[in-house]
């Protein structure tokens, strides 16, 4: 771990899952102190770097450093604790999947807000993306051993993220389009069920998920 | 840093100014061996790994192929790998963010240049106006922090520049012919210190082999406007 105990975070983001939950689960995942804040909003909006949420405020020996952009947060944490390897090529691996995962939001957006005569397309074109990332997941799974992990045996950044994203797209989404998660689930095999549910186990996760419904309910629900 | 014969890289994109371009500067910058492959499309959609380009496959003389995919991915792999990224990790961080706003921007541009009706294209715009104002405004004051010296942080080419001078090459060079007056709406946004880092990126040494292929982004931002008559 690179950073000093003295240190501690402050998340800003909005009282939702929405971009911020990698960010939460790795600074949970680190036993890192952290609080969050939730500006008001649009009030706040022009004291943040660059308008926009989540903003990440390190602070140690007096001193405050300041990032944004989700995804930038998420590797700057995953780093700094550990959770990304050192290994350029198998870090590249690890990130690829999250930029993969994160292509699929203006995909979804896309589809929702569509008028009549695109939704067909807007549709089949979020499907064949989710398809892809669903397809991955089990492609990369297959090919670790352990099965409680997507590489190695340890919880990584790439477990993390992949948890985040099923509870986006299963869980948080649904305040958008309620049957999300009937498109979501049908698509997941059992043994990507089963990671998720493993992932959520995990003791380093624990004290921010037992705030948090669980996903298993949701997963073995057959009411879809 | 003398070109590795065993190692060499291949670029699959399309053949335009477009996300591949930070990735076509980083290589140029490595001097390492690669090539640009344009698969046609979309044909070959199929078999690229994830249906999508870029593509970068780096070919080992004694190993086989690591093939990786998604345009800020690959760009941070060449960068880390040929010492564009610092290895601390805060200051990498502040480099990646600069990426990821320009990125948030482009999408903006995007979303207004795809608009159907005349009303979201409107919503959309001001969305991209807006947003292109305050990027400026963070990407001028790093320039100011670090002396306003034609860098982002310290006094050579790093992965910072190159991405802040990629993405308004792929706005006022690559999209030109999408969006005509596109130049017009950007370039008086442009503050000296963005146009002496777009200057300088271009003029590098390490960048001889790209700029000679020639439009000229600085070129571009610097032709003084016409007077209006």
Not at chain 1, 184 to 204: A, C, D, G, H, Q
Not at chain 2, 141 to 156: P, T, V
Not at chain 2, 185 to 190: M, N, T
Request: hydrophobic content about 40%; overall charge negative.
């Amino acid at each position: 771990m690179l950073s000093g105990s003295d240190t501690v975070y402050v998340l800003r983001y909005f009282d939702l899952i929405g971009r911020a939950e990698g960010c939460r689960l790795l600074l949970t995942a680190a036993n890192a102190s952290w609080t969050e804040e939730h500006p008001e909003w649009p009030a706040e909006k022009a004291n943040q770097p660059f308008e926009r949420l989540p903003v990440l405020v390190e602070r140690s020996n007096g001193d405050e450093w300041i990032l944004c952009e989700s995804l930038t947060i998420e590797r700057y944490l995953a780093r700094v604790f550990g959770f990304m390897p050192t290994d350029l090529k198998q870090a590249a691996l690890q990130e690829q999947m999250v930029d993969q995962q994160a292509d699929l939001a203006p995909a979804f957006m896309a589809q929702l807000m569509a008028t009549d005569d695109m939704k067909s397309k807007q549709i089949d074109e979020f499907n064949t993306l989710l398809d892809r990332i669903v397809k991955e997941h089990g492609r990369i799974l297959s090919r670790n051993s352990s099965k409680q992990h997507l590489f190695g045996d340890q919880l990584s950044y790439a477990d993390i993220s992949l948890y985040a994203f099923y509870k986006v797209y299963i869980v948080y989404l649904k305040i958008y389009q309620s049957n999300i998660d009937e498109i979501v689930k049908p698509k997941l095999t059992p043994e990507i069920i089963n990671l998720i549910l493993s992932i959520e186990k995990e003791p380093l996760l624990a004290p921010h998920l037992s705030k948090c419904d669980s996903m298993a309910a949701v997963l073995s629900s057959k009411a879809f | 840093m003398a070109a590795n014969k065993n190692l060499q890289y291949t670029l699959r994109y399309f053949d335009r100014i477009g996300v591949a371009e930070g990735s076509k500067l980083l290589l140029s910058a490595a001097n390492v061996e690669w090539t640009e492959e344009h698969p046609e499309w979309p044909l070959e959609k199929p078999n690229q790994p994830f249906g999508r380009m870029p593509v970068l496959i780096e070919k080992h003389s004694n190993d086989k192929d690591f093939v990786i995919c998604e345009s800020g991915n690959i760009e941070r792999y060449l960068a880390r790998a040929y010492g564009f990224i610092p290895s601390d990790i805060r200051q990498a961080a502040l480099q990646e963010q600069l990426r990821d706003q320009a990125s948030d921007m482009f999408a903006a541009f995007i979303s207004q240049l795809v608009a159907k009706s005349e009303e979201d294209r409107k919503e959309n715009f001001a969305k991209f106006d807006g947003l292109l104002d305050k990027l400026v405004e963070v990407q001028t004051k790093q320039i100011n922090a670090n002396g306003n010296i034609g860098h982002m942080f310290g006094d050579r080419l790093s992965y910072a520049d190159i991405v802040t001078y990629a993405f308004y090459k792929i706005i006022v060079v690559g999209m030109v012919k999408r969006q005509a007056n596109i130049v017009n709406i950007v370039k008086p946004k442009l503050t000296p210190q963005l146009i002496k880092l777009i200057t300088t990126v271009e003029a590098n040494p390490l960048l001889a082999s790209y700029t000679a292929r020639g439009d000229s982004l600085a070129a571009i931002v610097t032709k003084p406007t016409p007077a209006r008559l």
